[in-house]
T-cell receptor, first 113, second 113 residues
């Protein structure tokens, strides 16, 4: 069965520091992978997605993620975090022949000045 | 502007009083779904619809109903709400099934007392 694990419930970083949010997935075939961000009181916004091809994908707001098939991971990174990046981040897995996205439980990012 | 609109954003109701949360999208998407978000559980799919008059259960359908009479609208109905349905609800739409980007509404925070 498909599943997504985000091992870190809560991460705190200082503004300007680098960031890596972890995501591991379980899926039998080639997955479609997504990172969404949820700002307080808002819906989910797509940061980036991986379908195929280059395993390093660039997204909005300076984020990137790397697909590593051997590790079943799709970690999200940002070289320098801004205070406005404080939000909850969700990793999700889907496939063209399924009817839903499977979401991880989310990682809440707190940014200190 | 492409968007998914949910109403109301906030709702407090009493146990057993029927309610409807509306969802409308202006992107001509065929696929729509409802999720609920609970702390520590991420987002879980309630129902989805692949097209007009075609709906199916997601992972947590008990206590909910949906309808899809028009392509743009996908209301969520709670016939007899209970306190365990207190949650944050999101409507989403996409061009296709699990392998495509989902666009989310801003959410409806429901409290059942």
């Amino acid at each position: 069965a498909q599943s997504v694990t985000q091992p870190d419930i809560h991460i705190t970083v200082s503004e300007g520091a680098s960031l890596e949010l972890r995501c591991n997935y379980s899926y039998g075939a080639t997955p479609y992978l997504f990172w969404y961000v949820q700002s307080p009181g808002q819906g989910l916004q797509l940061l980036l997605k991986y379908f195929s091809g280059d395993t390093l994908v660039q997204g909005i707001k300076g984020f990137e993620a790397e697909f590593k098939r051997s590790q079943s991971s799709f970690n999200l990174r940002k070289p320098s975090v801004h205070w406005s990046d404080a939000a909850e981040y969700f990793c999700a897995v889907g496939a063209v022949d399924t009817d839903k996205l499977i979401f991880g439980t989310g990682t809440r990012l707190q940014v200190f000045p | 502007e492409a968007q998914v609109t949910q109403n109301p954003r906030y709702l407090i109701t009493v146990t057993g009083k029927k309610l409807t949360v509306t969802c409308s999208q202006n992107m001509n998407h065929e696929y729509m779904s409802w999720y609920r978000q609970d702390p520590g559980l991420g987002l879980r799919q309630i129902y989805y619809s692949m097209n007009v008059e075609v709906t199916d259960k997601g992972d947590v359908p008990e206590g909910y109903k949906v309808s899809r009479k028009e392509k743009r609208n996908f209301p969520l109905i709670l016939e007899s709400p209970s306190p365990n349905q207190t949650s944050l609800y999101f409507c989403a739409s996409s061009l296709g099934r699990g392998g495509t980007e989902a666009f989310f509404g801003q959410g409806t925070r429901l409290t059942v007392v």
